[in-house]
Structure formats: C-alpha cells, structure tokens
C-alpha cells in the first residue's frame, strides 16, 4: 500500500508540476570507485580489517584516489555500496548507520570525503530491505532524500531488490524527492536490471523523464572473464537499441570495471576500458584502489582511453560488426573523429550462467581473487576497419590509444596486426 507521503509526493508531480525539468548533471559518463565488486557486504571488522565495509574503507581509498592521480584522472566520486545501514531506522523514522562501523555517520565520511577533493556516493534500494536486507526506501523516498541531502551526497544508487510493481511508482518518487531535496545529486537507478534481458522492452524514456542519469541494464558483473565476455556480447546485441537512450545527462551502465582485479589480465582489462569507453558507458571502478599493479593502473589512467568515454559529443557506440571471434566497435566522436575498438574476442564462452555464478559467491566476505592469467590460450588476430564503414572517405590519421602515438595516414582502412586473444587494439581515427 502506498503510504500517504508518496501519494502528496506524485500529487506534487502530476499538479503542481515540482519535477517539471529534469537535473542537470552527468554531462558526461560519471567516473569514481565502488566497494561491493570486491569488498561486498564484509561486516566482521575483526577478521577483516583493511576490507570491512566501515568508515576507514571509503576514508582510506578517498585518500588513495586522490594521492594515486585518479581524481585528477576524472575519477571523482567513491561510493558506499549496501551494508552500511544501521538494523532499524532512529525514532523519528530516519535511515542511520550502523554506529560501530561508522561512528560519525554518513555526514562524516561525506566531510572526510570531500576534504579530499572527492565526491560521496552512496547507496538504498527501492524496497522495504536491500538485497543485503537492511533497511531501504520504498515509501520513505522523501525523507531520505532529505538525509542524503543534508548528509552530502552527491550520488545516489538505487536498487530495486523488491517487488517489480513499485518500482515505476518508487524510482518517480524518489526522482521528484531528489530534485527538490536542495542538492544537486546524480540518481543512478538500477530499475531495467530487475526486467529481464531484452532491452527492447524497458521504460527507458520514462527513466530519464523522471531523472535518472544512469540505469544498470543487466545481469551483475562478477570478476571474471566468462561474467565480462557474456556482458559485452549483450551490450553488441543491443547497442543499436540502446544508443537512442544515451547522451549528456543520462547513460546505459554495463557496471563496474574489474580492472585492477587478478580475475583478468591485462588484455582483457583493456578490452573492457575499450568496450566501455566506446560505449560511453560509466567508468566505476571496482577493485582496491589501495593495491593495484603499475600495469592496470596505466590502463585505468590512460588519458586518451577517457577522452573517448568523456568526449562531449556524448554519442553511445556500437558493435558494427556481426557477432564473432573478431569484432569491431565503433563510436563517433566531437570533432568528425572516430573511436574504435578490434576485439579478438576468440572462441564464447560456452555454458556460462551469470547467475550461477553469483550464487556461488558469498557476501559476506570480501571476494576471493584467482592468481591472475598472464596470457589466455587462443590464437593472436589481424583485424581490418574499413574506413566507410565508419563514415570515412578517402585517407585517416590512425592514433594507438594504447601506445599513445600516431601510426600514420592510411588509406581507404586500417589493419591491427596480432591482436592478442580476448584483447582489443583500440584507436582513434581522424579523416584527413
């Protein structure tokens, strides 16, 4: 039953006009940090005490973010993924956290936080409990707002975790709440994950109606590379679709990225900054910003790479070539420029099962990371981009984002030779 805040609240919405233009935030694909990937709902501070979901977490990797250069990079916002909620609301009905993990509050780490030059994000679901079953929104989307405003939030993730029906009713309400709570806060929802696979079929138009910058589409990232693979083949089936519902303001998430994680290696860890750049999807990272080698970090902080996701024509990309061993991504950038990615995605991954895997995994610990494969076993590739394809006449300048220089002028298309197995030569191409 809708409780008698929510129905004043959407009263509002539909009279009074209070939502009536939509924020005005993440012009651009949003870029920071995420605890759940690899430190999930870890409450047992004893046992874990650099990896619990506590104050100290957010506090140390903030710091980190901001000493290790990805703040500069663009990576502004870390954020508290579930677990962090006290059991019960306080008397007057507000969300808390729990007190011994996070003495001073959510206020706290938010002032920690932006002391250190970065965003807070933080996380509730649309729901009575999380999917971690602690207390969340549904029909306290107004009070709650009201908190994370006067907490300092600046990011915003909503799950769903709950009945199906609310959500049209709960993510509008907690849309219209947001905008109206004094802050500027970017509301990320996580709706058309909880509505299957088939993309063709979701409120995507009433999502950024209602002001949602961002929307996990699908099925949870897990830290490896069959979860990975299985993720960008569905973003290529459906980019054509999706890219409709993207630009400046409002973007499709295939989640976070595992780079910096031993579940991959580097090839596919620049497979992933390719896809997802091109794809001008959010770059979340979620691994441990504390720990990470040289390698996956020039990955995560090459400057070119991110130009791509930030460019501002905020143009989503797309799979131009059938689904296959080898493929090729593009996305036009400002300037007449093109991105694209050569991908020798070799042999599928066959029987994967997302949620099979998921199950398998606990969460109440932090996730346990396979040594990291150096090389994959599978054949190198030579893979060709026809310049028409990408809407080029006649000759191009070719620049490796990867090695970060200009190969050249070339003429009519450009051929990347011995692509290792599940990497991705990744350029820029600039008509002449």
């Given at each position: 039953?809708?409780?008698?805040?929510?129905?004043?609240?959407?009263?509002?919405?539909?009279?009074?006009?209070?939502s009536?233009?939509?924020?005005n935030?993440a012009?651009?694909?949003?870029?920071?940090?995420?605890?759940?990937?690899?430190?999930r709902?870890?409450?047992?501070?004893?046992?874990?005490?650099?990896?619990?979901?506590?104050?100290?977490?957010?506090?140390?990797?903030?710091?980190?973010?901001?000493?290790?250069?990805?703040?500069?990079?663009?990576?502004?916002?870390?954020?508290?993924?579930?677990?962090?909620?006290?059991?019960?609301?306080?008397?007057?009905?507000?969300?808390?956290?729990?007190?011994t993990?996070?003495?001073?509050?959510?206020?706290?780490?938010?002032?920690?936080?932006?002391?250190?030059?970065v965003?807070?994000?933080?996380?509730?679901a649309?729901?009575?409990?999380?999917?971690?079953g602690?207390?969340?929104?549904?029909?306290?989307?107004?009070?709650?707002?009201?908190?994370?405003?006067?907490?300092?939030?600046?990011?915003?993730k909503?799950?769903?975790?709950?009945?199906?029906?609310?959500?049209?009713?709960?993510?509008?309400?907690?849309?219209?709440?947001?905008?109206?709570?004094?802050?500027?806060?970017?509301?990320?929802?996580?709706?058309?994950?909880?509505?299957?696979?088939?993309?063709?079929?979701k409120?995507?138009?009433?999502?950024?109606?209602?002001?949602c910058?961002?929307?996990?589409?699908?099925?949870?990232?897990?830290?490896?590379?069959?979860?990975?693979?299985t993720?960008?083949?569905?973003?290529?089936?459906?980019?054509?679709?999706?890219?409709?519902?993207?630009?400046?303001?409002?973007?499709?998430?295939?989640?976070?990225?595992?780079?910096?994680?031993?579940?991959?290696?580097?090839?596919?860890?620049?497979?992933?900054?390719a896809?997802?750049?091109?794809?001008?999807?959010?770059?979340?990272?979620?691994?441990?910003?504390?720990?990470?080698?040289?390698?996956?970090?020039?990955?995560?902080?090459?400057?070119?790479?991110?130009?791509?996701?930030?460019?501002?024509?905020?143009?989503?990309?797309?799979?131009?070539?059938?689904?296959?061993?080898?493929?090729?991504?593009?996305?036009n950038?400002?300037?007449?420029?093109?991105?694209?990615?050569?991908?020798?995605?070799?042999?599928?991954?066959?029987?994967?099962?997302?949620?099979?895997?998921?199950?398998?995994?606990?969460?109440?610990?932090?996730?346990?990371?396979?040594?990291?494969?150096?090389?994959?076993?599978?054949?190198?590739?030579?893979?060709?981009?026809?310049?028409?394809?990408?809407?080029?006449?006649?000759?191009?300048?070719?620049?490796?984002?990867?090695?970060?220089?200009?190969?050249?002028?070339?003429?009519?298309?450009?051929?990347?030779?011995?692509?290792?197995?599940?990497?991705?030569?990744?350029?820029?191409?600039?008509?002449?």
């Amino acid at each position: 039953k809708m409780s008698l805040r929510v129905v004043l609240l959407l009263l509002l919405v539909v009279v009074g006009g209070v939502s009536a233009s939509r924020n005005n935030l993440a012009k651009t694909p949003p870029m920071g940090w995420m605890s759940w990937e690899i430190f999930r709902c870890t409450i047992d501070c004893d046992t874990h005490p650099d990896a619990c979901i506590n104050a100290d977490l957010y506090q140390t990797t903030a710091a980190a973010m901001a000493s290790e250069g990805f703040l500069a990079a663009g990576y502004d916002t870390i954020h508290i993924d579930d677990c962090w909620e006290a059991d019960t609301r306080d008397s007057d009905g507000n969300l808390v956290a729990n007190a011994t993990r996070f003495p001073k509050g959510m206020k706290g780490v938010a002032d920690y936080v932006h002391d250190q030059g970065v965003k807070f994000g933080l996380y509730t679901a649309e729901s009575p409990n999380t999917c971690g079953g602690h207390v969340a929104s549904a029909l306290h989307e107004v009070q709650d707002s009201n908190s994370f405003a006067e907490w300092g939030v600046d990011y915003i993730k909503v799950d769903g975790c709950g009945p199906a029906d609310y959500y049209s009713t709960g993510y509008t309400a907690m849309g219209t709440a947001l905008q109206i709570s004094g802050r500027d806060i970017v509301f990320s929802c996580s709706w058309p994950a909880y509505l299957g696979a088939n993309e063709t079929t979701k409120p995507f138009q009433q999502m950024i109606d209602i002001g949602c910058n961002l929307w996990r589409n699908y099925a949870d990232i897990q830290c490896s590379w069959g979860s990975l693979s299985t993720i960008i083949d569905h973003w290529g089936d459906y980019s054509e679709f999706l890219r409709q519902y993207a630009g400046p303001g409002y973007w499709n998430d295939p989640d976070m990225l595992l780079i910096g994680n031993t579940c991959i290696n580097d090839d596919e860890a620049r497979t992933q900054m390719a896809i997802w750049s091109i794809s001008a999807a959010p770059l979340i990272m979620g691994n441990d910003v504390r720990n990470m080698t040289d390698s996956t970090k020039a990955i995560l902080l090459n400057r070119d790479a991110i130009a791509v996701d930030q460019d501002i024509l905020g143009e989503q990309g797309i799979r131009i070539s059938p689904k296959g061993a080898q493929e090729i991504w593009a996305r036009n950038l400002s300037g007449g420029r093109v991105a694209v990615g050569l991908f020798n995605k070799g042999s599928s991954v066959e029987g994967y099962d997302a949620e099979k895997e998921k199950a398998t995994i606990p969460t109440d610990r932090p996730l346990t990371l396979p040594t990291r494969p150096s090389v994959r076993d599978g054949p190198t590739a030579n893979i060709t981009v026809s310049f028409s394809s990408i809407g080029i006449s006649g000759s191009a300048e070719v620049y490796d984002i990867w090695a970060q220089k200009s190969l050249g002028s070339f003429s009519g298309s450009y051929t990347a030779t011995n692509v290792p197995n599940h990497g991705t030569a990744f350029l820029r191409i600039t008509p002449q």
